[in-house]
């Protein structure tokens, strides 16, 4: 089955400064990747969104990269603020069927004033 | 409420009661997910359906879990002989199906039922 490792687990930057979280998948099977992110006792939201088909995608302060030779993928997100703080979640699926979507076990980001 | 409803938001019981979530998608969603999610963790897939069909069910989900979705729209996760290692975050999600190449396939999640067994 699929295997999907993220790093870092925690990850503390300044106001303003850059966040890069990296997850490796192992099936080749997987065409799909998502990200969440996950505020304290709330539900997972998706915040982007990358196909294999496609090297990189951009949401205003938020990127996804992919690499699909190397298996692995990407979360950037530029001029972070305190409300980016929260644990996000990589994942890889089958396009065809996200929700059998295998996660990452989170990056918990703290953005210091 | 057009979002992922989830019930009970919390829920405590003795080791070896039965336990009862259940989980209203969002109106018109096909498919239907239940994760489960520890402290320190990512969502474990637990099982799938497809409109009333269970299509697959992971390894993780031992003969003491049963899910069903018997009109295609509420589904219910039902845990027998609790244990205290089934104490979780039971996450729902559903999403609707879309063809290939469309936005469809995003899934939304509910809250979550945290369970604590005592």
């Known amino acids: 089955g699929e295997n999907v490792e993220q790093h870092p687990s925690t990850l503390s930057v300044q106001e303003g400064d850059s966040a890069v979280i990296k997850c490796t998948y192992s099936?080749?099977?997987?065409?799909?990747f998502p990200w969440y992110k996950q505020e304290l006792g709330k539900r997972p939201q998706l915040i982007i969104d990358?196909?294999?088909?496609?090297g990189e995608k951009k949401d205003q302060r938020i990127a996804v990269t992919l690499n699909k030779t190397a298996k692995h993928f990407s979360l950037h997100i530029t001029e972070t603020q305190p409300e980016d703080s929260a644990v996000y979640f990589c994942a890889a699926s089958p396009y065809t069927n996200a929700g059998k979507s295998t996660f990452g076990d989170g990056t918990t980001l703290t953005v210091k004033p | 409420d057009t979002g992922v409803s989830q019930n009970p938001r919390h829920k405590i019981t003795k080791r070896g009661q039965n336990v009862t979530f259940r989980c209203d998608p969002i109106s018109e969603h096909n498919r239907l997910y239940w994760y489960r999610q520890t402290l320190g963790q990512g969502p474990e897939f637990l099982t799938y359906?497809?409109?009333?069909?269970?299509?697959?069910k992971s390894r993780l989900l031992s003969d003491r879990f049963s899910a069903e979705r018997p009109k295609g729209s509420f589904s219910t996760l039902e845990i027998q002989r609790t244990e205290q290692g089934d104490s979780a975050m039971y996450l729902c999600?559903?999403?609707?199906?879309?063809?290939?190449?469309?936005?469809?396939?995003?899934?939304?999640f509910g809250a979550g039922t945290r369970l604590s067994v005592l």
């Open positions: 990358i196909r294999s088909n496609v």
């Open positions: 359906f497809q409109n009333e069909a269970q299509l697959e």
């Open positions: 999600a559903s999403s609707p199906l879309g063809k290939e190449g469309g936005a469809k396939n995003i899934q939304y």
């Open positions: 099936d080749s099977a997987s065409n799909y």
